[in-house]
């Protein structure tokens, strides 16, 4: 990757900090485009004095894009939301922002382009997530073929959506829900992993055109995680058994917040098993091996505990 110029779309975020964090120790030059550049500034330092370039994204479509892209060796899109703001906006998100940043690197030459879909991108998936993800693909491998996507399973590390939410939860109030039983199935990716496996890609020509399956070495129910999780924290945890209809009644009213902790269509997520299916390359067809939960989660989340005795075992 050295003197490659990257473009890097969804970049300031919790994967897109890795990604840039590897390919400027290998020598590119990164234009992270943002709508809010005074708050990606914990991206400056991860390279050297110009190596990291923050630009601004005032909107537009595919004209647009192609000034953003031009001049590029590879193209990035990790954009993506968990719930929508308002009606429609997964769609524009993850459908028609993701066709147009393809059709905009194809117009301009673009050698390579990564995106990021997720597992459970299914055109017949029961929720609306899933079938923007299935219909994102779609729009990218049609307007460029060579394109490389990913489909991670639920991503962890440090500043994760996942174990340091239910952390923070854990560590003060002594239950959890169990939406159904909990019984639903993830397969939980290291987001350092996810970043290597972005950056290896960029730089394998036999990744071009093909779809990777991105897991972890382990596969846990929703209860068995946040068994483990009240493990790590050294705390008892009551399991709250949540029916369905209840959850969703709750969720239409959660809903209405900014960031709604739980929405209706997760609800409809949680129907699916989020693990691989087997019949796509992998971390493993990277040269990358999978990190488990237990070797990265306590390092991080044990901050979460109270500065209390801990709680005799049985």
């Keep these: ?24 120790e290998r020598g590119a030059t990164i234009r992270a485009v943002t709508r809010a550049p005074h708050r990606a500034l914990h991206l400056k330092p991860l390279g050297n004095v110009g190596q990291i370039n923050l630009v601004p994204w005032r909107g537009g479509g595919v004209e647009a894009l192609r000034t953003l ?6 193209v990035v899109n990790l954009v993506g939301i968990l719930f929508e703001g308002r ?26 382009l990564l995106h990021m879909s997720a597992l459970g991108a299914d055109p017949d998936s029961p929720a609306l997530y899933g079938r923007s993800k299935a219909e994102g693909e779609k729009r990218v491998m049609a307007a460029f ?39 639903t199935r993830f397969q939980p990716v290291y987001v350092g992993d996810v970043a290597d496996a972005f950056v290896t890609a960029a730089e394998r020509p036999d990744a ?31 399991f709250v058994p949540l029916p369905s209809g209840l959850a ?30 087997g019949t796509r390359p992998g971390l493993e067809d990277l040269g990358i091996t999978p990190t488990p939960i237990e070797t ?19």
């Design 145 to 183: 073929k060579d394109a490389t996507v990913f489909r991670p399973s639920i991503v962890f590390g440090p500043g994760d959506g996942f174990f340091e939410r239910f952390g923070r939860m854990m560590a003060y109030v002594p239950a959890a829900p169990l939406i159904d039983g909990g019984t």
């Design 1 to 24: 990757m050295r003197d490659k110029v990257v473009t890097l779309f969804g970049g300031t975020g919790f994967v897109g900090t890795q990604i840039v964090k590897r390919l400027a």
């Design 87 to 112: 009606k429609g906006d997964f769609m524009r998100v993850h459908a028609d922002f993701a066709g147009n940043v393809a059709s905009a690197a194809k117009a301009e030459g673009v050698p390579r």
């Design 296 to 314: 990265t989660v306590p390092a991080y989340i044990k901050g979460y505990v109270r500065r209390r005795p801990a709680m005799p075992t049985q």
């Design 208 to 238: 071009k055109g093909r779809l990777y399956e991105l897991g972890g070495p382990g596969t846990y129910t929703f209860k068995e995680l946040l068994a483990y999780l009240a493990g790590v924290l050294d705390r008892r945890c009551l």
């Design 248 to 277: 969703r009644f709750q969720a239409r009213f959660l809903e209405y917040l900014p960031e709604p902790p739980l929405t209706r269509d997760q609800l409809e997520l949680l129907k699916v098993d989020n693990v691989v299916g």
């Design 69 to 74: 892209v031009r001049g590029t060796d590879l």
